[in-house]
Structure formats: C-alpha cells, structure tokens
C-alpha cells in the first residue's frame, strides 16, 4: 500500500473515512451515513444519524493543532453559545465528556484529533453579495469581538496570534502561551526569516526581497496601531464567505479553527480580502465597516491601513500554499496560485 501522504485526494480520503466511523464511535450517534464536504488542510464530512440527526465531522491536519489548542476552540464555542444568541458551531462532546477524541488507524500515519458539531442550516453566498449583507456581516464580527473581549479563558487555553507566516510559527503557538505574552511581541522575527528564505527558495531573491519589504510595513501598522483591548483580542480571524451564510436573513459563522488573537483590523481585512477584486468591492466595504461601526468604534486613521493588511493576509495564503504544496488539493495549481499573489505584491508596493 502506498504511503498516506502521496495518494490521491481519493485515496486519502477513504483512509480518512475510515478514520471518521471509528472516531464516531466515542459518540452517541446512531449509524452514521458520511459525505466528504473538504479535505485541504483539515478534512471534514458531514454526519447523517440514523435518526434524522445531521452533524459535521472535522478531522485535522496532524501537525497544525494540538489536543490543547483544538479544546480552547471547543471552550470559546461553547461560551458563544451560552452567553450569546450568535449562531455558531455546536461543540458535541463525547460519551466520556471530552470536546474532543484523538483517534488513529493503521493506513495513516499519525493519530488525528476529530470533533463533532451539530449541523448549522443555511445559505452560502458569493457572487451575490450585496452590501446590506455585509453590513450584517461586519455587525456579526464585531459582537464577536466584543465576546472575545470579556471572555474569561479557562485554565488550558491555549491560542496563538493570527499574524505568523509558518507552520511552525503555528505549532508553536499550541504549546502554551499565555495572553499577556503573545500581547508583548510584534515582530517575530525567526518566523519572518522562515517566510522570507521559504520564498526565496520557490520562487526567487527579489521575491523574497519584496515580501521582507511587505512584512516591515505590517509590523510599523502594528505598532502605530497598538495592542491595547480596544485594537487586539481573541478574534475568528477566518471569517471569509466560505465560513459565513445566512438564514433567513441572519447571519451565521463556522469554522472557528483558526480563531486566536490578533488585531481586530486584521479580522476586518481578512473578510474584505476575499471580495477586494469585484465591480462592487468599494460598495460592499463601505456596507460592513458601516455595519461593524454600528457595534464597535473604528478610527479613520486605522481603516487607511486595512489595503496592507489584506494584502499580508493574501502573502499567509501564498506561504500556506508553499508549504502544502504536496497536498492533493494544491499539487497542481500552487505554482501559478503563488505567481499571481506575488505579481500583487509587487503591484500593492509599487503603488
């Protein structure tokens, strides 16, 4: 049998589904029907009971999380849910209690951790975003981060920042930092000489020049803007229009799994990045940052930066990218996706 890691996105993804039965059986449901719905970093099925009963199953990537870090999601999730009338995930915990179960089987390598969440209805949109929606939407995040704001975290939590650029970075960020910390650093710079010699290597010197250049003004905004609790907290940091949908109007969030703290702006630029290139765009920020102002103040002077964070978000995707590209999901477009986000860059930095 071939390793794991070089089978096609089939083949890896009826070892994983072998993973799913087995991880299911720490639950309480009753003969589980699955249906792929992603497999990249993470790979998640939605559940159909016996019963009528829907769920989605995640199962996540062996290297990204930690059991500590995968619980702190559960617990915000679960404080979401109870102080809150958001419509977010709900975390399903085990027969034994646990928001969580680490399970392994023979044809993949390393154990995966997999959690459980009760099935959320609603509508995803895309091309037919109109501003009023994103006005809804940018009013969502800010009571979100209003939340994360007055949360208190349980002994245990563990997120990172939202601002590194590798892997490793990320791991690091699971083993076990406290809040205080993680608002006392800026730059950090061995994840910077990480991205910066990564893109070197792939691509070219003058791209990685330009990508030192880029971060340089990601950390002067940082500085300029603070970390105080008015511009950092614990954010989604994720919440693009393939993580938010609506029903009946209202707006709902899932995949919370790369939430943490960060700047709120950069939640901000992370939602806008995704509809930065359409006739409208100009129409649609103007529609969520009047919405997200409708909860939470924004100074003028920050929203002038949000166009370099929203092209530092699009460098983290370029870097994840070239470090996944032996994913099935990314093997045979990497390239030409890492060359047009660096044609970007360039042209952001120029102008």
Same mark, same amino acid.
Request: net charge negative; with cysteine.
């Given at each position: 049998?071939?390793?794991?890691?070089?089978?096609?996105?089939? @083949?890896? &993804?009826?070892?994983?589904?072998?993973?799913?039965?087995?991880?299911?059986?720490?639950?309480?449901v009753q003969a589980p029907r699955l249906t792929a719905i992603q497999h990249e970093g993470n790979t998640t099925f939605r559940m159909d009971s016996a019963n009528g009963e829907r769920?989605?199953?995640?199962?996540?990537?062996?290297?990204?999380?930690? %059991?500590?870090?995968?619980?702190?999601?559960?617990?915000?999730? +679960?404080?979401?849910?109870?102080? #809150?009338?958001? %419509?977010?995930?709900?975390?399903?915990? #085990?027969?034994?209690?646990?928001?969580?179960?680490?399970?392994?089987?023979?044809?993949?390598?390393?154990?995966?951790?997999?959690?459980?969440?009760?099935?959320?209805?609603?509508?995803? &949109?895309?091309?037919?975003?109109?501003?009023?929606?994103?006005?809804?939407?940018?009013?969502?995040?800010?009571?979100?981060?209003?939340?994360?704001?007055?949360?208190?975290?349980?002994?245990?939590? %563990?997120?990172?920042?939202? !601002?590194?650029?590798?892997?490793? =970075?990320?791991?690091?960020? @699971?083993? @076990?930092?406290?809040? +205080?910390?993680?608002?006392?650093?800026?730059?950090?710079? +061995?994840?910077?000489?990480? =991205?910066?010699? &990564? *893109?070197?290597?792939?691509?070219? +010197?003058?791209?990685?020049?330009?990508?030192?250049?880029?971060?340089?003004? *990601?950390?002067?905004?940082?500085?300029? %803007?603070?970390? #105080?609790?008015?511009?950092?907290?614990?954010?989604?940091?994720?919440?693009?229009?393939?993580?938010?949908?609506?029903?009946?109007?209202?707006?709902?969030?899932?995949?919370?799994? !790369?939430?943490?703290? @960060?700047y709120y702006l950069y939640d901000i630029a992370v939602t806008l990045s995704e509809v930065n290139w359409r006739k409208n765009t100009p129409e649609l920020r103007k529609g969520f940052?009047?919405?997200?102002?409708?909860?939470? !103040?924004?100074?003028?002077?920050?929203?002038?930066?949000?166009?370099?964070?929203?092209?530092?978000?699009? &460098?983290?995707?370029?870097?994840?990218?070239?470090?996944?590209?032996?994913?099935?999901?990314?093997?045979?477009?990497?390239?030409?996706?890492?060359?047009?986000?660096?044609?970007?860059?360039?042209?952001?930095?120029?102008?």
């Open positions: 049998m071939n390793p794991f890691e070089i089978l096609t996105r089939a @083949g890896q &993804l009826r070892c994983l589904r072998q993973l799913a039965f087995k991880a299911l059986t720490a639950y309480a769920y989605v199953l995640r199962i996540h990537h062996p290297t990204l999380r930690t %059991v500590e870090s995968v619980r702190s999601e559960m617990m915000w999730l +679960a404080a979401l849910r109870q102080e #809150t009338d958001l %419509v977010v995930p709900e975390p399903i915990r #085990t027969l034994d209690g646990n928001l969580l179960t680490v399970t392994n089987v023979t044809e993949i390598p390393e154990p995966r951790i997999c959690v459980l969440f009760r099935w959320i209805d609603g509508r995803f &949109l895309d091309a037919r975003l109109t501003p009023s929606q994103l006005e809804r939407v940018g009013a969502f995040m800010a009571r979100l981060q209003l939340h994360g704001a007055q949360f208190r975290p349980p002994d245990g939590f %563990v997120r990172g920042r939202l !601002d590194n650029l590798t892997e490793a =970075a990320r791991r690091m960020a @699971g083993l @076990g930092t406290s809040e +205080a910390h993680l608002r006392q650093k800026i730059d950090q710079p +061995a994840d910077e000489a990480t =991205a910066i010699r &990564l *893109v070197t290597e792939t691509c070219s +010197a003058e791209d990685g020049a330009h990508v030192a250049t880029l971060i340089r003004k *990601v950390r002067d905004i940082q500085r300029a %803007v603070g970390q #105080t609790s008015e511009t950092f907290g614990l954010i989604h940091g994720d919440l693009h229009q393939g993580n938010y949908f609506f029903h009946n109007g209202q707006v709902r969030a899932i995949d919370f799994d !790369d939430c943490g703290y @960060g940052l009047k919405g997200y102002r409708s909860i939470c !103040d924004l100074p003028t002077e920050h929203e002038e930066y949000l166009d370099t964070l929203i092209t530092f978000r699009d &460098l983290q995707l370029m870097i994840w990218k070239i470090e996944m590209r032996n994913h099935p999901a990314f093997r045979d477009e990497w390239v030409s996706d890492v060359k047009i986000i660096l044609n970007d860059i360039r042209t952001f930095l120029e102008h």
